[in-house]
């Protein structure tokens, strides 16, 4: 979770404020500045850290604490995302392509999203769409217009199944016979 969407920082801004290669900070100075500065996302593939902690560390100050609490204006990943919803942590990646959450936002190549989206998002569950789907009772949505579909239908098989027997004449090498 990024508090309060707090300023983070990765590794290899970190590596360059300190002046040295991103191998050579990972190899030297990576091992003690893990043990004062927890990663944000530690289980991430891209670590984060706070930036006031990080600046504190690299001017050699005491590490300040992060904000106690939760608040609307956190972070959080997918997987927090999804503890709070219930969901499987894909489900939430899901949920923000098809709508049923706002995109959220990417730090350093990870998507988060707002508490308060996600706390919105669970205090309507089960109905689908943008803005909660439907009001249960009401009808299942405008009906297609089955005077005409039924000549659409028609000409999609035909064509259909005339570019299988064309398809099927090009692979066995032979003339294409009408029926």
Not at 40 to 55: C, E, G, H, I, N
Request: net charge positive.
């Amino acid at each position: 979770m990024i508090p309060r969407s707090r300023p983070v920082i990765n590794e290899s801004d970190i590596a360059r404020q300190a002046g040295v290669p991103i191998a050579t900070w990972r190899r030297r100075d990576a091992p003690a500045f893990r043990q004062r500065v927890p990663a944000l996302f530690p289980d991430s593939r891209v670590l984060v850290y706070d930036l006031a902690q990080t600046q504190a560390h690299l001017e050699g100050r005491p590490i300040p604490a992060l904000p106690p609490g939760e608040h609307p204006n956190d972070l959080l990943n997918h997987e927090e995302a999804a503890a709070l919803l219930g969901v499987a942590p894909s489900t939430v990646h899901a949920y923000a392509t098809q709508g049923y959450l706002p995109a959220g936002t990417t730090v350093y190549s990870l998507r988060v999203w707002a508490r308060r989206d996600i706390e919105e998002r669970r205090s309507a569950p089960p109905r689908q769409g943008k803005e909660g789907g439907r009001p249960p009772g009401e009808g299942k949505g405008p009906r297609k217009d089955q005077a005409g579909d039924w000549y659409a239908q028609a000409l999609r098989h035909l064509f259909n199944r005339m570019l299988g027997q064309l398809r099927h004449c090009l692979q066995n090498r032979v003339a294409f016979a009408s029926p």
